[in-house]
């Protein structure tokens, strides 16, 4: 602590045992410095630039004990007394320490505001001696007896602060008094600003549209997204909507109906996570439109994991995520001319699901028959570029069932790599897929695929696992890669069956990773290159433009944990 | 000072037994003293004194100043002999003062002695506004006792610090000289012109102790008392 000319008689607060400094400058000489306490001289300094004293409230009695610091310093007159240097001036300077060895008295919290600025929190002052800090408690409401991350102020005069990167939380707040002699904690006082209430949802002939209020604080407003999944499944694997925009209040899903029972999920992401802040996350339950929907013109029907896919063969475009129990609303558009639709539905845990086939014109029940093992990642949805109006094969998750509908027996079963979520396929014994990757089959078991664009052929074992690549025209064995567990956790969507190749190696001081990721002729490619933690969650989440990319993360404690996963959320 | 006076009374009555006319004599005068050595210390007092004021100055080195003495002896028709006894004293002085206080290094110089006189008269006299003066020849000789006093005193406020230093140093003289001689009735008045030439010298010593001297890298510090001496003789003549 540093004793001020400016605040000469003023009473200073010694909580704890401190060093004080102060300066004496004068152009004089300067003989002794000598210090008194309560008019009893405890110091003398003669090493001048050494101007400081050590106190200790510990070893005084309560109470304001006067400090006087007097500089001795030469007259400088020329006399003889001077310059025998026994002619002085002395400068006088006094202060009062105060000495409080009590226990704290509890303060109050006055005031909390929530604000465009964010969150200012204002507080009763603490008039005793003994103040070392203020300590800002943020309870999170999901652990309200768990201090999060709390906030020293050191200022005894400060009695608020604005937390700038507050988006609006749940918080139990309370604030503390810090002395050497204990702590006093104010009553905590809840701060219940959801900031996106009410989340409202209108099913309409236009569309689906969800709405919620504004966020106040634009302050660390990052972003809005909007994520729903199949009712009661809490894994919101959708996004339908993301917005950096503030005022981007609501979001409407054109032409599309959501029959069924669902669960909606708003998200909203501080632009800086740093300090206490979080997502926000608030949840709404819907119980489905009594409505049907259309089938558009030539569009095609595929399934996913006991859900059914509705699109056309223009665009990707989810329509509806549904159940068993949409056959029976489904309903055909009036200009379909398209051939036969086939669906497959599945109970979400269920390893065994049904094949349907529709009528085209009727989309009426005209067949069914059973398939096994219809496993892989469930619950996510996908969104297609395109599909053949093949009316002989379907793939689920990680099988594709070709097959005769003449005989109506299965031609072939095939294995696919766990990455590979949704392909569609043609009949005509190859395996066509989007992207121009070509693929085919012996023996019923997928074996090759083979990249037009590179040139290499990827081989893949039955089991999924492995994966191999070789350079085609040499036919030079390039590497191998095991995919086992390194499945991306988080949600992967992927364009085609390109599916990210994600290499990494966990060197002594750095991480890589590195991969393609997708298709390099899109024009609207963009995604997110995400590494996760099961135990600790998201770690990193970094934007990538380039489809060719490499990452080094320097930063090597983020993967102290090995059971690290990379995945790539393609946008 | 008891043992000066002693020798003086027993040389008196000495040359009283052999004297026709017996004559006591009383001196005043001036004597100009050379005091090298001490004007030596002096001067490096003021170039090292830790009082680095530059009014500090030296008031007084050994300046002229007044001798007195006394003798007793007989005289004749041309000439006399006296035991004397003279008193010499001179000194220096470093001083400065201000508000705050003083400042002073003193050197007192003293020079006791103590030898005999010898005059002869001439024959010859000067008449001057119907007074007859006799020139005549003096000549002294003897020993000599030098007190020599250090002061440094300094004063601040209410407050002095006095340092102070005793010598001594012992000497043989010679102290030829003239002078005329004016007889009125029984008084002889003898206007007279001298100088002091020390033969030996002992060297300046602390008092009570003769073997701690004092000395310089030129060899022992003197008092030299060497210097003109004017001075004025007054004679009873009994």
Redesign the interface.
Known sequence: MRLSNNAIGDTINVPIATNFSFNVSTENQINLIQLYLNDNLFQEIRDIPEQRFYFNPTEYPNGIHKLEIVAIVKSE????????N??NFLFVGTWYLSVDNTPPDAIEINDIIESEDGLTISWEPYHKANFLNYQINLHRQESPNEIYNPFLIKDKDQTSITFTDYIGQRLQISVSVNTNYGVAYSSKKLVNSYAIDPLTLDNNDEGFTVSWNKNKFPNNFGSYTLNTSSYPNSNYSLQLFTSPQIIDTSFTYENSIFTEKLSLQLVIRPKSYDYFQQDIVRTIDYNGADKSFDIPKNGSLSSFNGNAILFDFEEIYLYQGLSNQMINSVRHSNGSKSQDFILSSSDLNSDSGIIYKLNAESLGYIESYNVEVLTGVRNRVLRLKASSNSNRAILTSDKCYLFDYETQVVLATTGLPPFSEKIDISANGNLILIDNVIYSYEDGELVVIRDSNTNVQTFFSNTGDIYYEVDQSNNLYIDTFEYKNRTPINKTVIRGFRAPKIYFSKEENFFLASGYYGDDTSDDLSYDLLIVSPSQGMLKNIQVSNPNASYYFLDNTLFSSDDIKLGVDLN | MKCICIIFICISFNTFAYSQNFEISLRTGFGSFQMRDLKEIQDEVLEQTKITISDLKKTSSFPVYSVFGISSGISMTDYSISAIFNYESTGSRIAYNDYSGSYYFDQIAKNFILGGNFKKYSKHRIPLNNYFFKPFFNFNSGISLSHITFIDKLTIGDEQLIEKLELREVSSFVEPGFGLSLFISKIKIEPNLSIHIPTYRSGLFLEGNFDVKFEDEDGPIHASWFGVRMGLNITFIF
């Open positions: 007159s020329g006399s003889l007394s001077d310059n025998l026994s002619e």
